[in-house]
């Protein structure tokens, strides 16, 4: 029999917690199904001068794929640039978009190392795009990744959301493809979770979130919150921070565009060890949110896996009562996240994910206690072959 005292400091937070996970989930999901799809009017017409930006670092092996989505857009040519900023590549990224360029003339390189001198900061995402926005031309700022892929229509939709409602914010869609094993499954499986999260969260303005590798925003907007001050002291942020900056000037002006075709895509990483260098990158700017209530969430998710961790040795040590609490744990996140997940990967058409769904949420759980206890003790990674602290 477990003693009083793993009832109280274990039991009683875990029911509570449980609690709150299924009625956040479940509000998510609601709010997800709810948000209607942007589809632009028939006979819309851009009239918006648009700059793509792409920082780039050491990206040869998917920068001309990217490049090559860019140059297959819909939006008329005359309208939109692609400035790609590359950053101290070491690789043959500057040269095969010199390549492209000759032969695309709305396409340029800046290099980042004109800009800047050695040593001068950390933050050279932030860096490159700002360097990226003081050279661009457009009215519309958008930003994506070197390794992502985006669909013909991907321009004209986040224009016409822009153009039609006034956004000052426009968070878009990022998913995963090409899978070969389950730690990519699982990252699939993930990363529609996030965005079923971000997208309901926008819409039910129970917190903002967003991807990087999908956002658009005024020029004038960037400007006018002061770009990247007050956030370059850490290396990652580029999006959810300069985000947070927006919506606290804008708080109506924030939207999440929904439409499968908004999407960009990219590979999810190879390995465990890629894996969690990307994930603590975007653990460690946790600490800088302007919005509580991203914070809260987090800490609940985070909070429920480490009792579920801790409910497995109790399970083992005491049996009886505390292993009949440790099913109903578990079972009530496997019966919350399945039907949230499913719901996800039916609407981008990727129901197959849902046969790799029992792994990954042990994986889910493994994953969350671990990077989002690292986060809290490491103070530096590696990214991109760059230690970043």
């Not at 875990?14 to 709010?31: D, E, I, P, W």
């Not at 914070?295 to 009562?321: D, H, K, N, P, R």
């Not at 099913?327 to 719901?343: E, H, I, N, V």
Request: hydrophobic share 50%.
């Amino acid at each position: 029999m477990m003693p009083a005292f793993w009832w109280i400091a274990w039991g009683v937070p875990a029911l509570l917690l449980s609690a709150a996970y299924f009625y956040v989930t479940s509000r998510y999901r609601r709010g997800w199904n709810a948000m209607p799809d942007w589809v632009p009017p028939a006979g819309f017409r851009p009239s918006t001068f648009v700059s793509v930006l792409v920082p780039a670092r050491n990206e040869a092996a998917s920068i001309l794929s990217c490049l090559q989505s860019l140059g297959r857009q819909s939006y008329p040519p005359h309208l939109y640039e692609v400035i790609v900023i590359d950053d101290h590549s070491e690789d043959e990224t500057p040269a095969l978009v010199r390549a492209f360029e000759a032969a695309h003339p709305h396409f340029r390189l800046v290099r980042l190392a004109d800009y800047i001198e050695p040593g001068e900061t950390r933050a050279f995402k932030k860096k490159a795009l700002s360097v990226g926005i003081g050279l661009a031309r457009g009215e519309l700022i958008v930003t994506t990744d070197a390794d992502c892929v985006a669909q013909a229509g991907w321009l004209e939709l986040l224009v016409s959301l822009f153009e039609l409602r006034g956004a000052r914010f426009v968070a878009a869609p990022v998913n995963f493809t090409g899978e070969r094993n389950l730690t990519e499954y699982f990252q699939s499986l993930d990363m529609m979770g996030m965005m079923g999260v971000t997208g309901a969260g926008i819409f039910l303005k129970m917190n903002q979130m967003c991807n990087g590798a999908n956002l658009a925003y005024p020029r004038s907007a960037f400007f006018e919150v002061g770009g990247f001050d007050q956030i370059d002291q850490l290396a990652s942020g580029d999006d959810m921070l300069l985000m947070h900056k927006i919506a606290a000037r804008w708080p109506e002006g924030v939207f999440f565009l929904k439409n499968k075709a908004a999407t960009v895509y990219t590979a999810a990483k190879p390995d465990w060890r890629a894996f969690a260098s990307q994930r603590l990158r975007w653990a460690t700017k946790s600490a800088a949110y302007r919005d509580w209530r991203v914070t809260a969430i987090l800490a609940v998710v985070f909070l429920y896996c480490w009792c579920l961790l801790i409910g497995t040795g109790l399970s083992m040590a005491y049996g009886g009562e505390a292993c009949y609490l440790m099913l109903f744990l578990l079972a009530t996140k496997f019966a919350t996240d399945y039907f949230f997940l499913r719901g996800m990967a039916v609407y981008f058409g990727r129901g197959d994910l849902m046969k790799h769904y029992l792994p990954s949420q042990f994986l889910h759980i493994a994953y969350i206690v671990a990077i989002g206890t690292m986060a809290n003790l490491v103070s530096s990674y590696e990214w991109k072959g760059r230690q970043v602290s």
